[in-house]
T-cell receptor, first 113, second 110 residues
Framework: EADIYQTPRYLVIGTGKKITLECSQT?????MYWYQQDPGMELHLIHY???????EKGDLSSESTVSRIRTEHFPLTLESARPSHTSQYLC????????????FGQGTRLTVV | GQQVMQIPQYQHVQEGEDFTTYCNSS?????IQWYKQRPGGHPVFLIQ?????EVKKQKRLTFQFGEAKKNSSLHITATQTTDVGTYFC??????????FGTGTSLTVIP
């Protein structure tokens, strides 16, 4: 079983609220990713990090921000939630190297009302 | 930019029928990985292929990596209801960028 955890699993929040989705892994992986996904659909990369103090935006335009102060922790923050942010958010990590698999957390299902 | 497309996007099959999903990259890949996501779950790694023309099998699943290392396929023989889910390929390009494919959602009708 992968040691990567996301909290909360489910979140219902009002429009305009600031929220932080937590992601932690205990595998010492350098590479971490955030994906947005509607059920059974494509994984949209919104942010990634290749190590401490390294963060990059992904292919999907997003009003979210991330930080990577510690190797194991990669939180995602939405400054002002909107109904269009309603989706599932998946965090993943990989060890450095080309031929390494990605491990996913259980995901956070976010609903903005 | 890098694109990894999968076809079909959706597939409905009768239980017992075969299923194939195809993965096509716009650039050469160092490797190809396949993941399965059960409904309500998260993607889980199935297998990795690294060599040009490589073929690997896992029980009823057969994975192929193209000779040019730009495409791959996953074939399931005699589908079962437990095969339901979304199948993603993922590749690493020569610039060490890691990309997921667009996914194929499989429904198996009992």
């Amino acid at each position: 079983e992968a040691d990567i955890y996301q909290t909360p699993r489910y979140l219902v929040i009002g429009t305009g609220k600031k929220i932080t989705l937590e992601c932690s892994q205990t595998m010492g992986h350098d590479k971490m990713y955030w994906y947005q996904q509607d059920p059974g659909m494509e994984l949209h990369l919104i942010h990634y990090s290749y190590g401490v103090n390294s963060t990059e935006k992904g292919d999907l335009s997003s009003e979210s921000t991330v930080s990577r102060i510690r190797t194991e922790h990669f939180p995602l923050t939405l400054e002002s939630a909107r109904p269009s942010h309603t989706s599932q958010y998946l965090c993943a990590s990989r060890q450095t190297g080309r031929n390494t698999e990605a491990f996913f957390g259980q995901g956070t299902r976010l609903t903005v009302v | 930019g890098q694109q990894v497309m999968q076809i079909p996007q959706y597939q409905h099959v009768q239980e017992g029928e075969d299923f194939t999903t195809y993965c096509n990259s716009s650039t050469t890949l160092s490797n190809i990985q396949w993941y399965k996501q059960r409904p309500g779950g998260h993607p889980v790694f199935l297998i990795q292929l690294v060599k040009s023309g490589e073929v690997k099998k896992q029980k009823r699943l057969t994975f192929q990596f193209g000779e040019a290392k730009k495409n791959s396929s996953l074939h399931i023989t005699a589908t079962q209801t437990t095969d339901v889910g979304t199948y993603f390929c993922a590749g690493t390009n020569t610039g060490n960028q890691f990309y997921f494919g667009t996914g194929t959602s499989l429904t198996v009708i009992p």
